[in-house]
């Protein structure tokens, strides 16, 4: 591979841990934060067979529905100068409508950009019960 190649994939040529060398990670990596009251997500993929076994092909699926949330904005900015920040947190996952949102490319990964008052619920994951220990 050569030095242009590993450094398009996000590899470096060089084996040593300089400065040079975080800061040519931090740039290969897109880095995007939302403006304002809204979120950066990325679909979660959905399952290509269905309960019954049967495999569907890319024409049948429907788009995704549930998102990881990847980035958050400041949050809405009233007149008065107030911020009201974004009641989502890096990591949640959201439910949104099925159209909704802009599209965008990084790191050959689709994301969306929404818009705060898109998101229709957040999806919280079950909490495991531990049980206590008689001693």
Do not use: W
Request: proline share 5%; net charge neutral.
């Amino acid at each position: 591979m050569t030095e242009e190649a590993e450094r398009a994939s996000g590899k470096s040529a060089k084996c040593g841990t300089g400065a040079s060398d975080i800061v040519e990670r931090v740039v290969n990596r897109a880095m995007l934060k939302p403006l304002g009251n809204r979120v950066l997500v990325k679909p979660l993929e959905q399952d290509d067979t269905t309960a019954g076994g049967i495999v569907l092909p890319d024409s049948a699926k429907k788009r995704p529905q549930e998102a990881e949330i990847v980035a958050v904005g400041d949050g809405e900015r009233l007149e008065g100068g107030e911020m009201i920040p974004i009641p989502l947190k890096v990591g949640d996952i959201i439910i949104y409508p099925e159209f909704s949102g802009t599209e965008i490319r990084i790191d050959e990964e689709d994301h969306l950009i929404l818009e705060v008052d898109s998101v229709l619920a957040i999806k919280k994951a079950a909490k495991k019960k531990t049980r206590k220990r008689k001693s």
